[in-house]
Nanobody
Framework: QVQLVESGGGLVQAGGSLRLSCAAS????????MGWYRQAPGKQRELVAH???????TYADSVKGRFTISRDNAKNTVYLQMNSLKPEDTAVYYC???????????WGQGTQVTVSS
């Protein structure tokens, strides 16, 4: 059974930093693309960052230069380092994984990030 477990959310002041982690189990982690999405109240879920199995990354324009996605295949974990946080970054952040052998998508339970001004 594939599971994604997120951690690292919380409350931070504007300009601060947080690091989110997402630990995966139940699948061969290293071959699957991973990503982080977020959903603010009243808004649609949006892509924040994506990383391929080979380590190539893409980012939403709104977070470029501030957020960094990375993966540690030995730990089956993907990270999102968030710096220079802004109040508009406040949202529930979700980990995402595509299991390439089945083409199924999986989501974590979400972790709240709140940035105060």
């Amino acid at each position: 059974q594939v599971q994604l477990v997120e951690s690292g959310g919380g409350l931070v002041q504007a300009g601060g930093s947080l690091r989110l982690s997402c630990a995966a189990s139940g699948t061969k982690f290293s071959i699957n693309p991973m990503g982080w999405y977020r959903q603010a109240p009243g808004k649609q879920r949006e892509l924040v960052a994506h990383i391929t199995s080979g380590g190539s990354t893409t980012y939403a324009d709104s977070v470029k230069g501030r957020f960094t996605i990375s993966r540690d295949n030995a730990k089956n974990t993907v990270y999102l380092q968030m710096n220079s946080l802004k109040p508009e970054d406040t949202a529930v952040y979700y980990c995402w994984m595509l299991v390439v052998t089945t083409n199924y998508e999986y989501w974590g339970q979400g972790t709240q990030v709140t940035v105060s001004s």
